[in-house]
């Protein structure tokens, strides 16, 4: 951290070339394809009815990976959150000309548009709750830069996006425990009824499009609140 | 099927959610939620206690699937006496924070109930990658808890721990692709059945790794950089779940790897020069950097940096295998749970001390022992115990080390513990010849009085400490299969292909 | 050989990030090179769950190879767990500038001790 840029570039260099080396040497004698891999493509469809493996993998196969992930969020919005406590002031940003704004007003409906179709189609092609959730807190930043803080402070209140947060991770648990109450496991999908639907239709996928809008409520809200807790800083 | 294998993660995370929504309406109700998720979390793990005590270990396919697609939890006796300091450790930071009376701010509960659950899942994942979510979910908590206080230091006591837990994240994510490519599997299971297959090198370079990013974690001596500002800038109880639980959590993913998954011990019987090496050098330097601090924290944090090279001696003499293996990893367990309530007494007491001196400097305790008797009194005893001085708990799993690392290693790390414990005993001596010495004793106002309850609390932790080297035997039964399973190299292998799912 | 270039292409962007993160003294500067290290373990991700002529992991008829859908799952969990640990790290560096006035790292380690 305190060091010459020309010792930092030769550890960087060292390390760097022995990143490459791991990887390339592993890369070769590492041996056969993954058989897991094979397992998990070709079973996607029957266990979730997902086209999308990813998606089933995150959502179904793994869903506490994605569960902890949800949680980080949620635990960086808390830490954000106690870090700029006491400084709940709204920004200053001004917001730019009645052009703009009138623009940015009409095209809005279109950019809301976006993160839900990504959302919505999480389980047929690449998107998901996380990738629509931000987008829609990109729309946020966006209505922000052109409107100024003021109006959106007013307009989207910070603590109920706090709450919004909160509620949908309790909507991921509520989610989670149907299994259990169907007798099966936490998170399960298909094993505790939920309906594969056609694949490749919007209606598949049992829980998995229901995990994803509740993610795409939690990220946005989530990431939503960090902007403006960050916002906030500035009324200092 | 039995869910309580999920709950003790899904408790404390339904706690922190539930919190959030609570302190919108009052701070009470946020109390409610935590010491519900405090009792919660305690009758969780203790029935998963009763239910390994019977079948050896526990599985639960989260999602219905099973180990290799999807990810498994898994508990043995080893995984539930850790389960056990963390769930004791969260109860005795609910209690002593509620009777201790200070207006607790609403929103670092919730970080502590999400680093409860993030530790729960640490030790109950069966999964590689899992294990490395609830990693940074844990640093994440832990570094909102390290500047909490919205101190300048704080926040940058924080921001040097995010620099170390980045890189640490970023070096154990290494070793998870590499695990990957090598085994094509993330379950711990699946990996110690594959492993095998690996090259030798791979599974060499991966130790490595996961020595660095979790020697971080635990400040070992060469990454020892951010812990003492970081327990510094904590509140006295954060520490104390932190370096009480945090850091055996951490502790146990090491073992968890690098001697059951990766079975590093039986494929590079090296490990354990180096695992001695590391574990001697953060004694001597641990112990002499606590000799050199002037703050109480800070001294206490330098000192766990010593202890952790204690458990690691333990567990270079567990490489060896055999009977000496067998041996020596009572002796490792002994430590991790004395250590886990020695080090929290010292954080508890130590705050009645801090509280009273109103800064955590030694030179300002200089009478405190005088005017907090009982705080001050639980401290010296606790140290006592952690110096390693007869009949305490300190000295019971010392000793054990010391024998088992002389089977395994001859004389070297006897003398090394011997300095240490020297070394050790003259910090503490200088806290006692301060704290009883005359001093000039500030007006009490209401603020600096610890209150009765949480100091009560604090010497029965204390008395703890002591008595637990005599009342060893009782909890030996639980010991010694924690131990058997961390001395067993196929200790994972033989529980999933034994499939009791 | 596309894989092997992809490997190379990460370890240069490694090498980058770890320049930057020891080279500048600015907080913001270092969260930055921190995340551009954090990206070449992404692309180190999808370089490994690359076959050749395989298609991206998203079921078609007819369609007999995918390429390994793993990799790409825990990649987005690491971007997802990146971006809110680097939110943190943002916020504790407008704590730090607001006490000192500075970024500057260095104000971080000398703390008027």
Known sequence: MKMGHAAAAIIALASSAAVLTLTLVFAVTGGEAPQLAGAMTSGSVAASGSVNVVTTILLDFRSLDTLGEASVIFASVACVGVLFRGSRRIGTEPGLGVLVRRSVGYLSALFLLFPLYIVAHGHLSPGGGFQGGVSLAVLLILLTVAYGSRPMATAVDPSRLHMTESLSALGFLMAGFVGVLQGTSFLANAAAGFPRGVPGSLLSGGLIPVLNAIIGVKVASGLGSIFFDFQSERGE | ?501 | MLQQAMYVAAAIVFGIGLYGVLSRRDMVKICVSLSVMESSLIMILVALAYRPDAAAPIIVDGVATYVDPLPHALALTAIVIGAGVLSVALALTVIVHRAHGTSNIAVVFRRGR
């Open chain 2, 1 to 501: 099927m039995t869910h309580i294998l999920i709950m003790v993660i899904i408790a404390p995370l339904a706690a922190a959610v539930a919190g959030s929504i609570a302190v919108y309406w009052s701070e009470r109700l946020l109390r409610c939620v935590v010491a519900a998720s405090a009792f919660a979390h305690a009758v969780f793990v203790t029935s998963i206690i009763v239910y390994v005590g019977d079948e050896g270990s526990m599985l639960y396919e989260v999602g219905a699937w099973v180990a290799p697609v999807g990810i498994m939890l898994y508990a043995d006796a080893l995984s539930v006496v850790i389960l056990l300091i963390l769930s004791a450790a969260h109860v005795v930071l609910v209690l002593h924070t509620f009777s201790a009376a200070r207006a607790s701010r609403g929103a670092t509960w919730i970080l502590v109930e999400l680093l409860v659950a993030a530790l729960s899942g640490i030790v109950v994942s069966g999964d590689l990658f899992n294990m490395f979510v609830f990693l940074e979910l844990a640093t994440v908590a832990s570094i909102g808890l390290v500047a909490h206080k919205r101190s300048a230091t704080g926040a940058g006591a924080g921001f040097v721990y995010l620099l170390f837990a980045l890189v640490s994240g970023l070096l154990f994510m290494i070793a998870v692709v590499l695990v990957y490519r090598a085994t094509g599997v993330l379950s711990l299971s699946g990996i110690a059945a594959e492993i095998d297959r690996a090259p030798e090198q791979a599974v060499r370079v991966v130790a490595g790794l996961l020595l660095g990013s979790l020697g971080i974690k635990f400040g070992l001596v060469p990454f020892h950089f951010w812990q003492a500002p970081a327990y510094e800038a904590a509140g006295s109880s954060a520490a104390a779940l932190m370096s009480g639980a945090g850091m055996k959590v951490y502790l146990y993913v090491l073992i968890r790897l690098i001697f059951h998954a990766l079975r590093v011990p039986v494929i590079v019987p090296r490990i354990g020069v180096v695992l001695l090496a590391l574990g001697a050098t953060s004694i001597l330097f641990g112990h002499l950097l606590a000799l050199a601090q002037r703050d109480l924290k800070r001294l206490l944090a330098f000192s766990s940096v010593a202890h952790v090279g204690y458990i690691f001696l333990a567990l270079a003499a567990v490489s060896r295998g055999g009977s000496i293996g067998a041996a020596a990893a009572y002796g490792a367990i002994l430590h991790i749970c004395f250590h886990a309530l020695m080090k929290s007494t010292l954080f508890y007491s130590g705050r009645s001390m801090i509280v009273r001196a109103r800064a955590s400097a030694t030179e300002r305790m200089r009478g405190v022992g005088r005017a907090e008797p009982l705080g001050f009194a639980a401290f010296m005893l606790a140290a006592v115990a952690l110096v390693g001085i007869p009949p305490t708990s300190g000295f019971y799993s010392k000793w054990r080390i010391a024998l088992d690392s002389f089977a395994g290693y001859g004389a070297f790390p006897v003398v090394v513990i011997a300095a240490g414990t020297v070394i050790s005993m003259l910090y503490y001596a200088r806290v006692l010849h301060l704290g009883l010495a005359e001093g000039e004793r500030p007006p009490v106002t209401g603020a600096e009085r610890t209150p009765t309850a949480a100091l009560a609390l604090v010497a029965l932790l204390s008395l703890g400490t002591f008595s637990m080297g005599v009342a060893g035997p009782a909890i030996e039964a639980m010991l010694t299969g924690a131990a058997a399973v961390l001395a067993d190299p196929e200790a994972i292998l033989a529980v999933t292909t034994g499939g009791a799912a």
